[in-house]
């Protein structure tokens, strides 16, 4: 039995059908394992990423037709390498550009065959964290906007296919295509550079790719608009581009802040609905279903990020802590959080954050200061129609006892949303409500 990642694949008659769909299996497991170093590495030599990428789908299509009758490699990995660097070979000795190509590696356009594949294979096997590095900052380029920045992340980092692509965000296919096509000719058009930023570019760069893995994670933790409550897949792909980012970059407090916010956050996913499928809030949730394993990590990568400095993905990692450290609901430390969240209005003084900040102060035991925190985000023009506005002020209302009012802000917050698992929550709290004053 050949091992590939966690897909096994059985020793059976090669030409079998079953065989055959394991070896696929097998095949998309690297893929999704090894795409982004393979096109990183790519990246490096041809200094374009849209054609990095078609080399190595040329390999993936290689290795679906070949592994089939010959059987996973032992390394399928260096195999995919391999072959995506013959046919960038061939492909740079039969363009007129290969000139150039070679120039910008600094190399002599008359070097004999041998010579040349030895140094491509040194450009193709060294510095890996620097080539995925790049990859990272090259998704996330200021020249794109922010919809292309996601799609083409999670297609060249996440090894994501168009259509899973589509279905994240409940787009078209076409659409999803568009995005990503787009972008790959808007960095070309640009002659975006396959290089880290510079030190001073570093934070706003940075910034911009944390951003885009943080908007993965929370597509996939509270659904825009979908059936379903949550998409645990996404939550998952945005966690293991943090990793990725926290282990390229040790030295940067967010990247750690960050993954500890998304891990934290991810451990609740389990508890998050009840057996029926329908939607459970933050303090009615079992916790004894509570990833403790992914709690743990999230608390030492908070340490390591604190150690390094505070941002606001560190800030926001502390109050998910408050959360995690506490067995019961009741346990939470509150104080603590309202303090938390007076630095983060402090650090991010956007809407959102004022809006928690107030509803933190309500559950902290003052609900009319909460409700006084909270009456003037009404004219925010980014809150507009947002459900978690009326929501929150629904908490409060009831927390004091106005029970017709909060039931009418709960009504409001479940035609707002476009998420069907959080309108049946919203009027599952006006119809308690309802029920109570009667």
């Known amino acids: 039995m050949t091992v590939v990642g966690s897909v096994a694949v059985a020793a059976t008659d090669p030409t079998s ?20 170093r393979l096109i990183a590495r790519l990246a490096r030599l041809v200094r374009d990423v849209g054609l990095a990428e078609e080399l190595a789908q040329d390999a993936l299509v290689v290795a679906l037709e070949r592994w089939p009758e010959t059987g996973v490699p032992d390394d399928p990995g260096r195999w995919l390498l391999a072959t995506a660097k013959h046919r960038a070979i061939d492909l740079l000795r039969r363009q007129e550009r290969y000139a150039k190509k070679l120039a910008l590696l600094g190399r002599d356009v008359q070097i004999q065959q041998e010579y040349a594949e030895a140094e491509l294979d040194a450009a193709l096997d060294d510095h890996i964290g620097d080539d995925l590095l790049r990859l990272v900052f090259t998704a996330a380029h200021p020249v794109l906007p922010t919809e292309a920045k996601v799609a083409l992340t999670l297609r060249l980092l996440g090894g994501l296919t168009t259509p899973e692509i589509a279905r994240a965000f409940l787009i078209p296919e076409t659409t999803a295509a568009q995005r990503i096509v787009r972008a790959k000719l808007a960095l070309s058009a640009a002659n975006v550079q396959f290089e880290l930023p510079t030190p001073a570019e570093l934070p706003d760069r940075l910034s911009s790719v944390l951003e885009v893995v943080y908007l993965i994670f929370n597509e996939g933790y509270s659904a ?27 030295d940067e407090p967010e990247t750690h802040g960050l993954l500890a916010l998304m891990e934290i956050q991810a451990s609740r996913l389990r508890a998050r609905v009840d057996a029926a499928g329908q939607p459970v809030p933050l303090l009615d949730q079992d916790r004894r279903l509570w990833d403790r394993l992914l709690v743990r990590r999230g608390l030492a990568a908070l340490a390591r990020a604190e150690s390094l400095g505070a941002g606001r993905y560190t800030l926001q990692a502390a109050i998910a802590a408050c959360h995690a450290r506490a067995t019961r609901a009741e346990d939470t430390d509150w104080p603590r959080m309202v303090a938390l969240y007076e630095v983060l209005a402090h650090v991010q003084p956007s809407p959102v954050v004022l809006l928690n900040r107030a509803a933190a102060v309500g559950l902290a035991g003052d609900p009319a200061r909460g409700l006084a925190l909270l009456d003037p985000l009404g004219q925010e023009r980014a809150l507009r129609d947002y459900p978690q506005l009326p929501a929150v002020r629904g908490e409060l209302l009831a927390r004091l006892g106005r029970a017709d009012e909060a039931r009418d802000e709960f009504v409001r917050a479940a035609e707002l949303t476009r998420n069907d698992g959080e309108r049946v929550l919203f009027r599952r709290r006006a119809d308690a409500l309802t029920r109570r004053d009667t």
């Open 224 to 250: 825009t608009s979908a059936r379903d409550w949550a998409r645990p897949e996404l939550c998952h792909e945005a966690v293991r581009l943090g990793r990725i980012l926290a282990g390229l970059l040790p």
């Open 17 to 36: 059908e079953d065989a055959t769909r394991a070896t696929r299996r097998a095949v998309e497991a690297v893929w999704r394992i090894e795409s982004a």
